[in-house]
Structure formats: structure tokens, C-alpha cells
């Protein structure tokens, strides 16, 4: 049997433009590859961008710091029975900032170690008067809301307020050789308000006043028997003077 001409003709005329064809659909394929991995890539591009931004802007937003300062501890008694004469101490710890969107307001928050300390005096049975030092060490928790606006680029003023957690963390019962005893709490409340100047964006002064909200420690003056001759309670207010640095 023989192939007619005209058939192997028509078979490659066939066979040409199904090539043919098959080189559009692979060319669409490529050029559609290209365009989608053109289009991924811009996409990538203005992702990671966005995502450098908003990260900038966290940044810029939340500060990290270390503050130290001193204090002079305003001890009141409730009654006559006891006195104290102040004395400076100290605090230290890291602390945070959060800037708000709203211009001029912003939180800080602080992890402080702080020492106080007094000399408490008191009159005896023999009427003599002794007198005994007293230290409190407590972990405190500042949370302060800021409301600050600039001078200039070099300065920016700023007033805070806001509450305090104190967690006793040294000696609670002092008792003495006359049978007084001063017994702090083991753990307290308080309040901050307070001013301050930002320098060069870093550097921080700021002084407050800390006022403590319900008695600090109870006291009781020598016992004869089972009979308390005095009782008494405190509140330990202090005015504190810090500086601080912002990374």
C-alpha cells in the first residue's frame, strides 16, 4: 500500500500548526510565569517595606531605660506615742516607655528596688527615750501616665501621676530590747505625682512626691504582762529625686 502525496501533506500541515500551537500556549505559560513571579516579587518588596516601618515605628514608640534616685521618707505617726526623725535612701531598676498616638501622652512603668529608712524614738516606762532605725526594703511598682510637650529639640517638660505597688522584701517585725516592736506591712500601696524634663531624648530629671494610701506598719510601745502601755500607726510618705537614662 502507498501514502498519496496529498495525504503526507495534509499530516505535516497538521502536524506544523499543531506545533505551532503548542509553542503559543507554552510562550503564554512563560510570559504568565514571568509576570506572576514579577508581580510576587514587587509584592515581597512593598510586604517587607511595610513590615520595616511598622517595626520602625514600634521602635519608636516603646523606650527602654535604667533609673536611680533618692529618697527622704516623711514617716507620720497617728499619735504621740512614737516620733521619727527621717533620713535619705535610695532606689534602682529598669523602666519602660510607651508612647501613645495622641500628641503628648504616653505610660511609663518601673521595676524598683527601694530602701527607706528612719529613726524611730519613743519614750520608755522609766521615761527615758530611746531611739531605733528602722530600714524598709521593698521591690516597688510604678505605672505613671505622662502628659509632656517640647521646648525645643533639645528639652521636653512632662508631668506624671499614677499608682504604686509595694511588695516588702526585707525585714517586716522590728523588735526591741524594751519589748517595742515596729511591724511593717508586707505589702503596700501608694501614689506618685511627680514632674520631669526630658534631655536630648535620653536623660531624664524628674522629682515626686510618694503619698501612701492607708497605714504603712502598726507599732506597739513595751508590754508589762499581757497590757500594751502605747500603740501607734505610720504612714511612710517620701519625696524621691531621680535620673534616668533612655536607650
Known amino acids: 500500500m502507498t501514502t498519496q502525496p496529498g495525504g503526507l501533506s495534509a499530516w505535516l500541515h497538521l502536524w506544523t500548526n499543531a506545533m505551532k500551537k503548542s509553542l503559543v500556549a507554552a510562550g503564554i505559560i512563560v510570559a504568565l510565569g514571568v509576570v506572576w513571579t514579577g508581580g510576587a516579587w514587587y509584592t515581597g518588596k512593598q510586604l517587607e517595606g511595610r513590615i520595616a516601618d511598622m517595626v520602625q515605628q514600634a521602635n519608636a514608640q516603646v523606650k527602654f531605660g535604667l533609673k536611680g534616685g533618692l529618697n527622704v521618707t516623711n514617716m507620720s505617726f497617728s499619735k504621740d506615742v512614737f516620733d521619727a526623725s527621717n533620713k535619705t535612701g535610695f532606689f534602682v531598676g529598669p523602666m519602660v516607655k510607651i508612647t501613645l498616638p495622641v500628641v503628648g501622652l504616653s505610660f ?5 528596688y527601694d530602701q527607706k529608712e528612719a529613726d524611730v524614738k519613743y519614750q520608755g516606762t522609766d521615761n527615758s527615750y530611746f531611739k531605733e532605725n528602722v530600714k524598709q526594703k521593698s521591690l516597688n511598682i510604678p505605672v505613671n501616665v505622662r502628659y509632656g510637650w517640647g521646648l525645643s529639640s533639645v528639652a521636653n517638660i512632662f508631668l506624671f501621676a499614677g499608682p504604686q505597688w509595694g511588695i516588702n522584701v526585707g525585714d517586716k517585725n522590728f523588735k526591741w530590747d524594751t519589748g517595742s516592736s515596729y ?3 508586707k ?3 501608694s501614689v506618685n505625682v511627680g514632674a520631669g524634663v526630658t ?3 535620653h536623660v531624664q530629671l524628674s522629682a515626686n512626691y510618694n503619698i501612701a494610701c492607708g497605714k504603712t506598719a502598726d507599732a506597739s510601745l ?3 504582762g ?3 502601755l502605747g500603740s501607734d500607726r ?7 529625686i531621680a535620673l534616668g537614662y533612655w536607650f
Open 108 to 112: 511609663d512603668a518601673a521595676a524598683l
Open 183 to 185: 511591724s511593717l506591712k
Open 187 to 189: 505589702s503596700n500601696f
Open 199 to 201: 534631655l536630648l531624648s
Open 222 to 224: 513595751e508590754k508589762v
Open 226 to 228: 499581757e497590757t500594751v
Open 234 to 240: 505610720s504612714r511612710n510618705n517620701s519625696w524621691q
